[in-house]
Nanobody, 122 residues
Framework: QVQLVESGGGLVQAGGTLRLSCAAA????????MGWFRQAPGKEREFVAA????????YYGDSVRGRFPISRDNAKNTVYLQMNNLKLEDTAVYYC???????????????WGQGTQVTVSS
């Protein structure tokens, strides 16, 4: 079993920054992918970013590319999402997910964190 614990969410003004962390515990993650998704009220879950544990290859959603770099620390089993130049439309609950490979598709992820709220104010 894999446990994912997100942290780092909160309230920030537009243009500000936040860094989300996702700490993974349980089974080893060699060969697995990690992703971040978000869901705003009344909207579908949206892909944000993903990274491969081994290669470090990254993938980004169009709305965050260039603003939200994703990174990993294999020694700490932790994935980070650095959120820069935050916009009002970035307000959502952000979820960390672990799967067999890094992908944009939420159905390919087997494990999910509890979510962390990010609120961007004007």
């Amino acid at each position: 079993q894999v446990q994912l614990v997100e942290s780092g969410g909160g309230l920030v003004q537009a243009g500000g920054t936040l860094r989300l962390s996702c700490a993974a515990a349980g089974r080893t993650f060699s060969g697995r992918g990690m992703g971040w998704f978000r869901q705003a009220p009344g909207k579908e879950r949206e892909f944000v970013a993903a990274i491969s544990w081994i290669s470090g290859r990254t993938y980004y959603g169009d709305s965050v590319r260039g603003r939200f770099p994703i990174s990993r620390d294999n020694a700490k089993n932790t994935v980070y999402l650095q959120m820069n130049n935050l916009k009002l439309e970035d307000t959502a609950v952000y979820y960390c997910a672990a799967g067999r490979v890094a992908t944009t598709m939420p159905q390919e992820y087997n494990y999910w964190g509890q979510g962390t709220q990010v609120t961007v104010s004007s």
